[in-house]
């Protein structure tokens, strides 16, 4: 007696469904990430060994280039007509300003965001001066509390 064996049945998958969720999943998460915003000039920062992380919002910050000019960075809500509708969204502000009316800018941008955490970003070649007059100018307005932002230093590997 001759046995019969069974035929095996081949199972096919069909990866289009996985590839089209794959690629949806990928235009969401492009769509939806909050990259780090430009600043307002590019700063050499002077280097130190604090590593302190900064929060990711709710950030005033104050820019100083290597030629002395100030600017004041924050973000605010704002309003915006879309299609008939008024749509309440976030803006970003840049205020160009100089070393005597810094601070009347930090509390322009505080009246909107009052736990705003004023964030100093001085490059290393900046006057001395400027900075010193920027901060006496802060504390005249009783804006003590800032940070000062700098570059971690790198170790350097000895091996």
């Not at 909050?34 to 302190?52: G, Y």
């Not at 006057?127 to 307005?141: C, D, H, I, S, Y």
């Amino acid at each position: 007696m001759g046995i019969k064996k069974k035929r095996r049945v081949s199972i096919r998958i069909d990866m289009t469904p996985m590839v089209d969720v794959a690629f949806l999943l990928l235009i969401f998460y492009m769509s939806t990430t909050q990259f780090k915003p430009p600043e307002a000039r590019a700063v050499e920062l002077p280097q130190s060994h604090s590593q302190i992380e900064l929060p990711d919002k709710d950030i005033i910050s104050i820019t100083v280039t290597k030629f002395d000019s100030l600017y004041v960075d924050y973000v605010e809500k704002v309003r915006v007509n879309i299609d008939g509708q008024d749509v309440e969204t976030t803006g970003r502000r840049v205020r160009v300003c100089d070393q005597y009316n810094v601070a009347s800018e930090i509390l322009r941008a505080r009246a909107k965001n009052i736990k705003a955490l004023v964030v100093v970003k001085a490059d290393g070649r900046a006057t001395f001066g400027v900075m010193q007059t920027v901060m006496k100018k802060m504390q005249e307005n009783h804006l003590e509390r800032f940070l000062i932002i700098t570059d971690p230093e790198r170790e350097s590997g000895k091996g």
